[in-house]
């Protein structure tokens, strides 16, 4: 009988194999369209904002109210994850694996069949802040669930490598509501958009994550949880007690590793389009098309990022990545203000240096042991993303009243912490941030 430290050593040292990269490829699908899903709703926030809000409320009172409910999937984010990641812990994580996009798919389809303000009054945004908030708490849930999933089948010296493929997925999810979002604008009228067409990407995105939940049946349980199981090694108490009462500096360090995340992707991905046309007169399809550029750039800088953890450790990586992503957005936003005719390859080497995120994961993953894995990497996760999704916007939007190149001081400053953070990891050596995986 083969000794079980061999075995585990063998299984470790491995290479990804073709059930790896089925698990990867079902999990990073799932994600993707997950994420899509929890996306398009901002690329449509105009027409949903005339469609289920009374017509004779001003212009913008109306935009705010959209963007309330989609910033109400945000809010409920911790929420979902920390209560799908109990039962992650206790019950197994390939259900809340499941439940996840089930929780996503069915509000998503759901949208996309809604009668309007014109049909049911009152109702209809009140109906579409439900739906939103259950999209919320199932995101919430999706990514840690993603990230334990794939990090406890992978071999032990591919995690980052796995996990960062994940992430890359997930960048392709917000790449495909983009895209799907021009080609509905290019192909239909304003005015067939709010008579009906609007509704065709959140029908698609609801069925197409419904397939993705079949298709994760096909999932096997992570060997992990099964071996903890079967050792009777699961929690014994509520898990995340334990977690807010003996990992109390892992909580902490994962925190500022999701906000060096959060605010990478909202400020570089999310909210730079909008700014190029507004503060420096940048065209529309330009600035939609340079930000597909960075989207694919900063999936394949995840994938880096997440290769180059496994081989440096997450301390370097994160050090070298984050004085990159300092450099890189310094010169992007400062050229723009001058010359916007680099956009087209100072974007995408943004995006690139932003994909340093994909060596969070790794952090997060070896912080926390497995017993409590989920419920830890959710809780950190879900917390401080919650906090620094909800602050960044405001911050800037005051900010750039009085400095239009705000975003580029905002990101120097996001990374000359993330600098900080990698040089505590290898000064430390990671300390208490060495959890096994298995």
């Known amino acids: 009988m083969r000794d079980p430290i061999q075995q ?29 899903d929890f996306i398009i709703f901002v690329f449509f926030t105009v027409v949903l904002g005339k469609l289920f809000f009374p017509p004779d409320m001003p212009d913008a009172l109306r935009q705010v109210q959209t963007f309330s409910i989609f910033a109400a999937g945000y809010l409920a984010r911790p929420l979902g994850g920390i209560a799908m990641a109990h039962f992650g812990d206790l019950l197994g994580r390939k259900k809340m694996f499941t439940l996840s996009i089930m929780m996503m798919a069915l509000p998503t ?46 071999p032990e010296r591919h995690t980052g490598l796995a996990c960062s493929l994940i992430t890359s997925g ?9 895209l799907i979002a021009m080609t509905m604008n290019s192909l239909f009228s304003p005015a067939e958009l709010e008579a009906w067409a609007w509704r065709v ?3 698609i995105g609801g069925v197409f994550g419904l397939v993705a939940m079949y298709l994760r049946k096909w999932l096997h349980e ?79 800088g995840c994938v880096v990022a997440g290769w180059a953890a496994d081989k440096l450790g997450t301390g370097l990586t994160i050090l070298i990545g984050s004085i990159l ?11 723009m203000s001058h010359d916007t005719s680099q956009l087209a390859l100072l974007y995408p ?53 009085y400095d239009v190149l705000a975003p580029s001081y905002y990101l120097l400053l996001l990374s000359i912490i993330g600098t900080g953070l990698g040089g505590y990891l290898i000064a430390n050596q990671g300390q208490q941030l060495k959890h096994s995986i298995r």
């Not at 960048?171 to 983009?178: R, S």
């Open 109 to 154: 389809l759901m949208i996309g069949l809604l009668p309007t303000y014109q049909q049911i009054g009152i109702w209809a945004p009140i109906c579409l802040l439900a739906l939103r908030i259950l999209q919320g708490a199932a995101i919430g849930g999706e990514v840690p669930g993603a990230w334990v999933f794939v990090a406890e089948h992978a």
């Open 349 to 401: 080497l943004m995006g690139f240096t932003v994909g340093i995120v994909g060596a969070v994961p790794l952090l997060m993953i070896k912080a926390f042991p497995a017993a409590i894995r989920f419920s830890g990497l959710s809780f950190s996760y879900n917390v401080a993303y919650a906090f620094a999704g909800g602050l960044t916007p405001v911050i800037l939007s005051f900010w750039i009243k």
């Open 201 to 203: 990407p959140f029908l």
């Open 222 to 300: 992570t060997p992990v949880f099964l071996e903890l199981q079967a050792k009777k090694h699961l929690a014994t108490e509520l898990p995340l007690k334990q977690v807010l009462r003996d990992h109390r500096l892992s909580i902490a360090i994962s925190m500022l590793a999701t906000f060096l995340l959060a605010v990478a992707i909202v400020v570089a991905i999310l909210m730079t389009p909008a700014y190029l046309q507004k503060q420096f007169a940048v065209l529309p399809v330009d600035a939609l098309r340079a930000n597909c550029y960075a989207i694919v750039a900063l999936s394949l």
């Open 325 to 335: 992503l300092g450099s890189s957005s310094y010169a992007f936003y400062h050229t």
């Open 170 to 178: 997930l960048t392709l999810g917000i790449l495909l509501g983009a």
């Open 8 to 36: 585990g050593n063998t299984f470790a040292a491995r290479p990804l194999n073709r059930g790896d990269y089925k698990t990867l490829g079902l999990a990073s699908l799932g994600g993707a369209l997950e994420f899509y």
